[in-house]
């Protein structure tokens, strides 16, 4: 009797035994683990925008020409310190008589000018009052006519000198006077060619010794 029970249970079907736990592997642990980000991926979302090509400051420069007409009469001005400089030149152009072919082109305006009387202060007054003192004029043009009186000005002081002192003819008095005739009359030159070329150029000259005079009286 004992017998019958045991072989039911070799007859009933051997079903297997479940285990107790079943065995972790990694893809259940990670599943399980909570969403932390990665410690060296940044969490904010940055979008990268476009580089725009940096804008370079834009220079714009004025310039205001100088009209042709203040121009030639700033130019004119000059002119007049220049014809009545030349007698300083007398002592150099004898010694150097190539110089004169320099002047040849000038000589027919400059015998019109010493053929009319009292042409230097006819120019002189005429220079001052018309142009210097006349509002209507821009600076640049008073200014240079300013400039090319004081330096007329100028050149009637070696002439008083001259005759207080009467160094003759002869001696060391003449030598010093020659020297010196001949370093007013380079002056007068480099002056008016200076001042020349920047009046025509629209520039304005500034004369040694006569810009600072000339800026006073305007």
Known sequence: MAS??????????????????????AASITAQLPNFPHPLKPTLQISPRPLRPRSRPSITMSYSAVPATERLISAAAYC??????????????????????????????????????????????????GVVRNPSFSRFVRF??????????????????????????AGVGFRLMVMGHNAIFV?????????????ILGRTPYLPFVADAAGRQL
């Open 187 to 199: 002056f007068v030159v480099a002056c008016f060619l200076y001042s020349l070329g920047f009046c």
């Open 144 to 169: 240079n006519s300013m400039q090319a009186v004081v330096l007329d000005v100028l050149l009637v002081v070696p002439l008083l000198v001259n005759r207080i002192f009467n160094p003759g003819r």
């Open 4 to 25: 019958i029970p045991l072989l039911r249970l070799s007859l009933h079907r051997q079903t297997p035994l479940k285990p107790l736990h079943q065995p972790y592997s």
């Open 80 to 129: 007049l310190p220049f014809f009545n400089g030349l007698q300083y030149g007398r002592f150099l152009l004898m010694q150097y008589p190539a110089l004169g072919l320099v002047l040849e082109p000038i000589l027919p305006i400059l015998s019109l000018y010493r053929s009319i009387p009292y042409a230097s202060f006819v120019a002189f007054f005429a220079l001052y009052l």
